[in-house]
């Protein structure tokens, strides 16, 4: 990964439509954002792919009033994803989630998968009781599976730009997101940008100096 060259550019505001993310590239993206990490593995997200026209103008025309400056970027884009977070948390899912692991071998030993439920258990109940920051949580891991497949798409010479610029009520209805326990947290763009309308300004960031205290 060229690490300047991404420290040295500005994220796509304007994608070139007549490019399509090939079929195998947007799998093997896919599959990395279906191994992003997620605190005690609790795995809340649900991901909308949208590759059809049908499925970008949806979207483009369901953003809110105050966000339309965002459809021409999904609409021109290959594909955007909706990234939706659980609304909360039911038993049901913790067990799904445990069924899995016991299915896929995580923990050969019974014993320690047996510790290992009764800790997330317990973790998960510190933040919906004594936090109380439950759902604000969740997000947090679907923000860290934004990030990571963004550096993902750099790899692969995709660009990908993130979208909070829409009304999640009308997205969640468009899709009926609400429906399945969720509700849209984040938006991701993913295609390759308009050579004729690159940014090529300097970016500004504050120096390391006002960034950054060793101890």
């Known amino acids: 990964m060229n690490l300047d060259k991404l420290m040295n550019k500005h994220l796509t505001r304007y994608f070139d439509p007549s490019k399509t993310i090939p079929a195998e590239t947007l799998q093997q993206l896919l599959r990395f954002l279906r191994s992003t990490p997620s605190s005690v593995n609790v795995q809340p997200n649900h991901y909308y792919v949208l590759a059809t026209p049908e499925g970008k103008e949806r ?6 009033e ?24 039911p038993d049901t899912h913790l067990e799904a989630v445990f069924a899995k692991e ?5 923990f050969p030993d019974p014993s320690k998968q047996e510790l290992w439920e009764s800790m997330t258990r317990d973790f998960l109940d510190l933040r919906n009781y004594g936090y109380k920051d439950l759902n604000h949580w969740m997000e947090k891991q679907t923000y860290m599976a934004v990030g990571l497949t963004m550096m993902a798409a750099a790899e692969l010479g995709v660009e990908a730009t993130p979208l909070e610029g829409f009304d999640p009520t009308s997205v969640d209805k ?3 997101i609400r429906e399945s326990g969720h509700t849209t ?17 300097p970016v500004s960031r504050f120096d390391a100096d006002q960034l950054f205290t060793f101890i």
């Open 59 to 64: 979207l483009a025309g369901n953003l809110g």
């Open 66 to 89: 105050r966000f339309r400056d965002n459809a021409e970027k999904i609409l021109n884009a290959s594909h955007t994803i909706i990234l939706t977070t659980r609304a909360d948390l």
């Open 102 to 106: 016991r299915a896929d071998g995580r």
């Open 174 to 176: 468009a899709f009926k």
């Open 185 to 201: 947290t984040v938006l991701l763009a993913l295609g390759y940008p308009d050579p004729e309308k690159v940014y090529t300004t």
